[in-house]
């Protein structure tokens, strides 16, 4: 049973948040430090950017008006600083004075690339952007500030080069697919990893119940309007210091703190709503039959109709004309910021509810947040972060299920129901009835998910050079997935019942240490240390009921029938530690060396520890005096190191399944189970530079990466002298990956009143397999019949030696573009990768005068392939319309009819339309039906978003507020595509995941999902 949250939770929490803003100014305050910070170019003030005097904790935040206050500030003179990201860092001296209020305004230069950012991720304690060896990727709330987003999922897409975000699903609340950089591993989850304020929590994507066919991403957790900022590392190189599970990159999530000074208040409200684009195919006039106004036709398959028009109508097809409609979208938040000498305080809530654009499709989530930092002591700092999201979802059915909305009602005449005759009244005779609405409207999917993070810092600065940094997390995600059909119901008369609680906890240790020193007046060294532990617990339980009585709310009891229920149990646990030491030449050459070690409870019992080394170098040329002025920064930087993937909880364990026979119980073989089976190894080296000019106008980052995973996991066929058990997980794979990454920043046109900037982001990437321990079965390796197919890549999708991973394979029509008969290949042939190998991400913001800003993100990804099985499942019925015209003609050539009536076809078109109705294709019959036909390539471009945002003018809301902001956008706006489909994003999840964690099967296919709706929306944003 789904638990609630106790209505005493968001009390608690909103009086803390009062309390908190009260809290009064230290009564030994001495003196007061305020000002402005703005732009040296165009004088815009600058919000978020951190003040403070240098060598204490004293500081503060700037407004949305780039305004600043810093109590207590002691008697003398201090060195004040300012940091802002994208920014020089600014200095001044200071003067503070007991009881009297000193002013320091601030010009920040403008940089496209700045190396006195202070960085966290894959580093061993925070450290300067000019110290790190590899790429970074942030994207800071500065950022966001003006484009519609809710979630990190949004955020990350387009914006970080060679990180791709796929929108699987377009229902509320569907989560995507997030990778990074090339596939490296052919068994695990590519999840990556994510910290949230320095606390891990549970990272993968996980499938919801039944029908809906779709997964949930931990990402939708994370109120955008709580990030300050986000850190992305993309491969092994940077990774090391995480150790096991890292091979696919890690996400840094750091929400948003309080820091001395006046509480600052900021609300937002936002309205809007989703609408779902015609599904144009072809030239189809029914957009895959959801326009279902009037007569509809397909083409008869069977032979007493064969080539004629079944003509049908859908009565209860909406008064509108369209089964969508538009879906009603309504956000709120409020969130507080601010403090005292010692602590600061960031509280925030928020709530959406939203429609989509079916009915039943709903999604509510509400959030809480609190974030408290506290210094006792001037060389201790403690933080607790603690944050809970809810999140209660309503899907229609959808994808490959017997119930599903496209399915049905995509599938026009060969739908799953007929209409019953008070359904059908007033239908003319030869018209057949369908009444689509009575099965999907049956089916209740919805699921609870509820999380709560928390986590404790403790950070101990014994001297000036000497650190300590303690972290203790714990992380709780319950996601309760529930089916249900009502007794009475059109296809399950007695209805079912089946509901999936997955409960997924991590307890995460993690200690670092640092000791700075000088070796002489040139050289510095920095000695890092610490460790981690971290515990995972998982576990699902299921029950099904089904054959009820009788009508009413049903229970597990109320079923006549049930099926054995399901209790899913595993703790697996990870502890490590590491060393690094780095060395920095003049603060312009900086040497760091490391090392990793790790043991994981799925470990072989006779494998031991895994050791991951790592070694990066960056260099600052711009640094010397010979280098040009107006070239400011040139950063040549070079990284290596390992990071890995862990085998499965049971991988190395003898199991068995239980069995009963007439109520004896008994078991047979599951695995064999392996006792030297390790984690997957990825070693990746990556060279790159950064570089900016013309006053900051201009900045370019490039890096090349090449990665080798071995001893990749891979199930091994086990011979009769085992006991012929099928398969069991040994290190036995080699995998290898490129690519190159390139981000331009620039400020083509910046004066006073206008600022027009740009951000291009463009990676290309490929990869291979080199070694699956394969065996060829029968001598021609040509057929792909080697033993070590990996059988969880489904849907044509296949990890070869010498081939990308994945990849699509099929029978191809040799001679597609050729007006003649098709020609099949005899044999299985390469058609392309599953994932996208090109991405290109571009962005664009233009500010008029100081009050209206215009926003823009461009995406592509291209490269791979995708199957249409919408196209090919509605083809053999004859309801894809774009094959109709072919159909016809096939129809009339069978009758008798010239077979140079066919000459306008192409071969492919051919093969795709077939009307022989026998069976599957084949060389010596290509045009029989067959799904190879339909792979096609998935390249395709999307304008993500836009928004336009105007400030108001002060004298509008002076009264009320100190600054507010309304803001229009829209997402999902534009797509360009040759894909057939109805998106080259989607897929049904459960084909490539199952309904559990997120690593499973590879292949992707588009099948009956629904694809993204656009949205609509205005948002006020208020600070006071």
Same mark, same amino acid.
């Given at each position: 049973?789904?638990?609630?949250?106790?209505?005493?939770?968001?009390?608690?929490?909103?009086?803390?948040?009062?309390?908190?803003?009260?809290?009064?100014?230290?009564?030994?305050?001495? !003196? $007061?430090?305020? *000002?402005?910070?703005?732009?040296?170019?165009?004088?815009? &003030?600058? /919000? +978020?950017?951190? %003040?403070? =005097?240098?060598?204490?904790?004293?500081?503060?935040?700037?407004?949305?008006?780039?305004?600043?206050?810093?109590?207590?500030?002691?008697?003398?003179?201090?060195?004040?600083?300012?940091?802002?990201?994208?920014?020089?860092?600014?200095?001044?001296?200071?003067?503070?004075?007991?009881?009297?209020?000193?002013?320091?305004?601030?010009?920040?230069?403008?940089?496209?690339?700045?190396?006195?950012?202070?960085?966290?991720?894959?580093?061993?304690?925070?450290?300067?952007?000019?110290?790190?060896?590899?790429?970074?990727?942030?994207?800071?709330?500065?950022?966001?500030?003006?484009?519609?987003?809710?979630?990190?999922?949004?955020?990350?897409? !387009? $914006?970080?080069? *060679?990180?791709?975000?796929?929108?699987?699903?377009?229902? &509320?609340? /569907? +989560?995507?697919? %997030?990778? =990074?950089?090339?596939?490296?591993?052919?068994?695990?989850?590519?999840?990556?990893?994510?910290?949230?304020?320095?606390?891990?929590?549970?990272?993968?994507?996980?499938?919801?119940?039944?029908?809906?066919?779709?997964?949930?991403?931990?990402?939708?957790?994370?109120?955008?309007?709580?990030?300050?900022?986000?850190?992305?590392?993309?491969?092994?190189?940077?990774?090391?210091?995480?150790?096991?599970?890292?091979?696919?990159?890690?996400?840094?999530?750091?929400?948003?703190?309080?820091?001395?000074?006046?509480?600052?208040?900021?609300?937002?409200?936002?309205?809007?709503?989703?609408?779902?684009?015609?599904?144009?195919?072809?030239?189809?006039?029914?957009?895959?039959?959801?326009?279902?106004?009037?007569?509809?036709?397909?083409?008869?398959?069977?032979?007493?109709?064969?080539?004629?028009?079944?003509?049908?109508?859908?009565?209860?097809?909406?008064?509108?004309?369209?089964?969508?409609?538009?879906?009603?979208?309504?956000?709120?938040?409020?969130?507080?910021?601010?403090?005292?000498?010692?602590?600061?305080?960031?509280?925030?809530?928020?709530?959406?509810?939203?429609?989509?654009?079916?009915?039943?499709?709903?999604?509510?989530?509400?959030?809480?947040?609190?974030?408290?930092?506290?210094?006792?002591?001037?060389?201790?700092?403690?933080?607790?972060?603690?944050?809970?999201?809810?999140?209660?979802?309503?899907?229609?059915?959808?994808?490959?299920?017997?119930?599903?909305?496209?399915?049905?009602?995509?599938?026009?005449?060969?739908?799953?129901?007929?209409?019953?005759?008070?359904?059908?009244?007033?239908?003319?005779?030869?018209?057949?009835?369908?009444?689509?609405?009575?099965?999907?409207?049956?089916?209740?999917?919805?699921?609870?998910?509820?999380?709560?993070?928390?986590?404790?810092?403790?950070?101990?600065?014994?001297?000036?050079?000497?650190?300590?940094?303690?972290?203790?997390?714990?992380?709780?995600?319950?996601?309760?997935?529930?089916?249900?059909?009502?007794?009475?119901?059109?296809?399950?008369?007695?209805?079912?019942?089946?509901?999936?609680?997955?409960?997924?906890?991590?307890?995460?240790?993690?200690?670092?240490?640092?000791?700075?020193?000088?070796?002489?007046?040139?050289?510095?060294?920095?000695?890092?240390?610490?460790?981690?532990?971290?515990?995972?617990?998982?576990?699902?339980?299921?029950?099904?009921?089904?054959?009820?009585?009788?009508?009413?709310?049903?229970?597990?009891?109320?079923?006549?029938?049930?099926?054995?229920?399901?209790?899913?149990?595993?703790?697996?646990?990870?502890?490590?530690?590491?060393?690094?030491?780095?060395?920095?030449?003049?603060?312009?050459?900086?040497?760091?060396?490391?090392?990793?070690?790790?043991?994981?409870?799925?470990?072989?019992?006779?494998?031991?520890?895994?050791?991951?080394?790592?070694?990066?170098?960056?260099?600052?040329?711009?640094?010397?005096?010979?280098?040009?002025?107006?070239?400011?920064?040139?950063?040549?930087?070079?990284?290596?190191?390992?990071?890995?993937?862990?085998?499965?909880?049971?991988?190395?364990?003898?199991?068995?399944?239980?069995?009963?026979?007439?109520?004896?119980?008994?078991?047979?073989?599951?695995?064999?189970?392996?006792?030297?089976?390790?984690?997957?190894?990825?070693?990746?080296?990556?060279?790159?530079?950064?570089?900016?000019?013309?006053?900051?106008?201009?900045?370019?980052?490039?890096?090349?990466?090449?990665?080798?995973?071995?001893?990749?996991?891979?199930?091994?066929?086990?011979?009769?002298?085992?006991?012929?058990?099928?398969?069991?997980?040994?290190?036995?794979?080699?995998?290898?990956?490129?690519?190159?990454?390139?981000?331009?920043?620039?400020?083509?046109?910046?004066?006073?009143?206008?600022?027009?900037?740009?951000?291009?982001?463009?990676?290309?990437?490929?990869?291979?397999?080199?070694?699956?321990?394969?065996?060829?079965?029968?001598?021609?390796?040509?057929?792909?019949?080697?033993?070590?197919?990996?059988?969880?890549?489904?849907?044509?999708?296949?990890?070869?030696?010498?081939?990308?991973?994945?990849?699509?394979?099929?029978?191809?029509?040799?001679?597609?573009?050729?007006?003649?008969?098709?020609?099949?290949?005899?044999?299985?042939?390469?058609?392309?990768?599953?994932?996208?190998?090109?991405?290109?991400?571009?962005?664009?913001?233009?500010?008029?005068?100081?009050?209206?800003?215009?926003?823009?993100?461009?995406?592509?990804?291209?490269?791979?392939?995708?199957?249409?099985?919408?196209?090919?499942?509605?083809?053999?019925?004859?309801?894809?319309?774009?094959?109709?015209?072919?159909?016809?003609?096939?129809?009339?050539?069978?009758?008798?009819?010239?077979?140079?009536?066919?000459?306008?076809?192409?071969?492919?078109?051919?093969?795709?339309?077939?009307?022989?109705?026998?069976?599957?294709?084949?060389?010596?019959?290509?045009?029989?039906?067959?799904?190879?036909?339909?792979?096609?390539?998935?390249?395709?471009?999307?304008?993500?978003?836009?928004?336009?945002?105007?400030?108001?003018?002060?004298?509008?809301?002076?009264?009320?507020?100190?600054?507010?902001?309304?803001?229009?956008?829209?997402?999902?706006?534009?797509?360009?595509?040759?894909?057939?489909?109805?998106?080259?994003?989607?897929?049904?999840?459960?084909?490539?995941?199952?309904?559990?964690?997120?690593?499973?099967?590879?292949?992707?296919?588009?099948?009956?999902?629904?694809?993204?709706?656009?949205?609509?929306?205005?948002?006020?944003?208020?600070?006071?």
């Amino acid at each position: 049973m789904s638990r609630r949250a106790s209505p005493l939770v968001p009390l608690a929490v909103s009086a803390f948040a009062l309390l908190a803003a009260a809290f009064p100014a230290s009564a030994q305050e001495v !003196g $007061r430090v305020t *000002g402005v910070v703005r732009a040296a170019d165009t004088q815009r &003030p600058l /919000a +978020g950017a951190q %003040v403070y =005097i240098q060598g204490t904790r004293i500081g503060s935040l700037t407004g949305n008006d780039g305004r600043y206050l810093i109590v207590n500030v002691p008697a003398g003179t201090h060195d004040l600083r300012v940091t802002l990201i994208g920014y020089t860092q600014g200095a001044m001296s200071v003067t503070g004075r007991a009881g009297q209020t000193a002013t320091a305004d601030f010009l920040m230069k403008e940089t496209a690339v700045s190396l006195e950012g202070i960085v966290v991720t894959g580093t061993a304690a925070q450290v300067r952007a000019r110290e790190v060896g590899n790429a970074l990727a942030a994207v800071s709330s500065r950022e966001l500030a003006n484009i519609p987003v809710t979630n990190p999922e949004n955020i990350l897409g !387009g $914006r970080i080069p *060679g990180l791709t975000v796929l929108q699987g699903n377009g229902q &509320p609340g /569907a +989560g995507t697919t %997030v990778r =990074i950089r090339s596939q490296t591993t052919v068994s695990s989850t590519t999840d990556p990893l994510i910290y949230v304020d320095g606390i891990r929590i549970f990272h993968e994507t996980v499938g919801t119940q039944g029908g809906a066919r779709l997964g949930l991403s931990p990402l939708q957790d994370i109120a955008a309007e709580d990030i300050e900022r986000i850190e992305v590392i993309k491969g092994a190189s940077a990774a090391t210091l995480y150790g096991t599970e890292a091979a696919g990159g890690v996400i840094q999530i750091f929400t948003k703190r309080g820091m001395s000074g006046a509480p600052i208040w900021s609300a937002e409200l936002t309205g809007g709503f989703n609408n779902q684009p015609p599904m144009k195919i072809g030239n189809d006039p029914w957009d895959l039959f959801t326009k279902c106004a009037g007569e509809m036709y397909g083409i008869g398959m069977t032979t007493a109709t064969y080539g004629q028009e079944i003509k049908f109508v859908d009565t209860t097809c909406p008064e509108s004309g369209r089964w969508f409609k538009n879906g009603p979208v309504q956000r709120y938040s409020l969130s507080v910021r601010g403090g005292s000498t010692g602590m600061g305080y960031y509280v925030s809530a928020n709530y959406s509810d939203e429609d989509g654009t079916l009915p039943t499709q709903r999604a509510r989530l509400g959030g809480l947040r609190a974030n408290l930092d506290f210094a006792p002591t001037e060389n201790v700092k403690i933080q607790l972060n603690s944050a809970l999201a809810m999140r209660a979802l309503s899907f229609v059915e959808d994808g490959n299920s017997l119930r599903g909305f496209l399915l049905n009602v995509g599938r026009g005449y060969s739908g799953n129901y007929l209409g019953k005759p008070e359904d059908c009244v007033g239908v003319p005779a030869g018209v057949t009835c369908f009444a689509n609405e009575r099965i999907w409207l049956d089916a209740h999917n919805t699921t609870r998910s509820d999380r709560f993070t928390t986590g404790l810092t403790v950070t101990h600065d014994a001297s000036e050079a000497l650190t300590n940094r303690l972290s203790i997390g714990w992380d709780f995600d319950q996601i309760n997935n529930r089916r249900m059909q009502d007794w009475g119901a059109v296809l399950t008369a007695l209805g079912n019942l089946g509901n999936a609680i997955n409960y997924h906890t991590k307890l995460s240790i993690d200690y670092a240490g640092s000791w700075i020193r000088p070796i002489r007046s040139d050289l510095n060294s920095t000695f890092s240390w610490g460790g981690q532990i971290f515990r995972d617990q998982h576990r699902r339980t299921s029950y099904y009921t089904y054959d009820f009585a009788g009508p009413g709310v049903p229970t597990l009891e109320s079923g006549s029938r049930w099926d054995p229920p399901t209790d899913y149990n595993l703790t697996q646990t990870n502890a490590g530690f590491f060393l690094q030491e780095m060395l920095g030449y003049k603060d312009r050459a900086f040497l760091t060396l490391g090392l990793r070690v790790d043991g994981n409870s799925a470990f072989g019992e006779n494998f031991g520890l895994q050791q991951y080394p790592k070694a990066s170098l960056s260099y600052v040329l711009s640094d010397h005096a010979f280098w040009p002025k107006w070239f400011e920064t040139m950063k040549l930087r070079g990284a290596y190191g390992f990071s890995g993937k862990a085998p499965g909880a049971f991988a190395k364990l003898r199991t068995w399944s239980p069995v009963s026979d007439d109520g004896t119980p008994g078991f047979t073989p599951r695995d064999v189970g392996n006792p030297d089976v390790g984690p997957e190894r990825t070693r990746e080296i990556e060279f790159g530079f950064d570089a900016s000019m013309g006053q900051g106008r201009l900045g370019v980052e490039a890096t090349y990466y090449n990665a080798k995973t071995s001893d990749a996991l891979v199930g091994v066929s086990q011979p009769g002298s085992m006991g012929g058990w099928g398969t069991r997980t040994e290190n036995v794979g080699e995998l290898t990956a490129d690519g190159v990454e390139l981000q331009l920043n620039a400020a083509l046109y910046r004066t006073n009143f206008l600022e027009w900037r740009v951000r291009s982001n463009l990676a290309f990437s490929r990869n291979e397999a080199q070694d699956l321990n394969c065996q060829d079965l029968d001598g021609l390796p040509e057929n792909g019949r080697e033993s070590c197919q990996i059988v969880a890549v489904a849907n044509g999708a296949y990890i070869r030696v010498g081939r990308p991973v994945p990849e699509y394979w099929g029978y191809k029509i040799l001679n597609p573009d050729e007006h003649a008969a098709p020609i099949r290949s005899d044999s299985l042939l390469p058609i392309g990768p599953v994932m996208p190998t090109r991405l290109l991400g571009f962005s664009t913001s233009l500010s008029i005068g100081k009050r209206i800003t215009l926003e823009a993100l461009l995406e592509h990804q291209g490269g791979h392939y995708l199957p249409n099985y919408t196209g090919y499942q509605d083809e053999r019925r004859g309801v894809w319309y774009p094959c109709y015209e072919i159909q016809k003609v096939m129809a009339a050539v069978k009758a008798g009819g010239s077979a140079s009536l066919l000459d306008p076809y192409t071969a492919i078109e051919r093969a795709r339309c077939a009307t022989n109705i026998t069976g599957a294709g084949s060389s010596a019959n290509p045009a029989g039906h067959d799904s190879n036909y339909w792979i096609d390539k998935a390249d395709f471009w999307k304008l993500r978003s836009i928004s336009l945002s105007l400030e108001l003018p002060e004298k509008w809301v002076q009264r009320y507020a100190d600054r507010a902001t309304l803001i229009l956008a829209g997402r999902n706006l534009l797509k360009w595509t040759d894909f057939q489909g109805t998106d080259p994003e989607i897929e049904d999840y459960q084909d490539r995941a199952g309904a559990g964690s997120g690593a499973g099967a590879y292949g992707r296919r588009e099948y009956y999902s629904l694809p993204p709706a656009r949205s609509f929306l205005a948002t006020l944003r208020v600070t006071f």
